[in-house]
């Protein structure tokens, strides 16, 4: 079994022990964001079989207005976020939007880091569903990007179980930035699919489990999730053929 898959199954177990605490939701302290620096595209793939195939967007928050961020010197923290799908089941993970931020009392901007986005089935128990890396390139201190990471099919195949699914994404071989974190917003109306009212958020000097800005009802992170049909034959053959093909 390779280091990735093992780190996964240990997060996973980590991720539903915090899950099954659920309500229980704390409050952090927000922090100004600048504005938002780029939207990078990044293709995780060449072209593959399910490129021709039209996509479905079954979960996006990032339509709403970023309220605040939320961040720490723990370079490895993980974010996420309950996403109740609009549909998908038995799909494809696609493409998938994130944010990442680095703070304005970091004390340098972000040269380079890799992110890993991973799955969780949450009407299973918090079970892994899969997962992949992608590299990010600078970020300035204060400004957040949004990360577009498409054709994720062409190298890893994470079939959505279930509507109800934990994202996370984590941060390692980060470059440059002493602190680095989310963007969050203080409303609760994703474009598709719907969320909890908090995000999750893990730490050295915070605990597996589910935060809200404090003061506010609503803290969201902003992700988007498309799903592809997986690959089926696309060639039909009529009954005839399939008999000579015994013969």
Known sequence: M????????LLCILAATALLAMPAIAAVVDEPV????DKPVISLGGVGAQDAQVTNIVYDSTNQVVSAATSTTDL?????DQLML???IGEDVSAMKFAVFCSGSSTGALVSATETIRFYDLANAGAFI????????????????????TAIENV????????????TQQLSNVVGASRMG??????????????????????ATAAAGWYTITGQTFSNPHYELETVQSTV????????????DYR
């Open 2 to 9: 390779n280091k990735f898959a093992n780190v996964s199954r």
């Open 86 to 88: 609009a549909g998908g």
């Open 130 to 149: 899969g997962g992949f890396s992608v590299g990010l390139g600078a970020l300035a201190q204060g400004f957040y990007s949004i990360y577009t990471t």
């Open 34 to 37: 600048l504005g938002l620096q």
């Open 182 to 203: 989310t963007v969050l917003s203080y409303a609760n109306a994703p474009a598709v699919g719907t969320t909890n009212n908090a995000f999750y958020m893990s730490h």
């Open 156 to 167: 890893v195949l994470i079939t959505i179980p279930s509507m109800d699914v934990l994202v």
């Open 233 to 244: 034959p696309t060639e039909s053959q009529t009954w005839g053929a399939l008999k000579a």
């Open 76 to 80: 490895n923290a993980i974010y996420g």
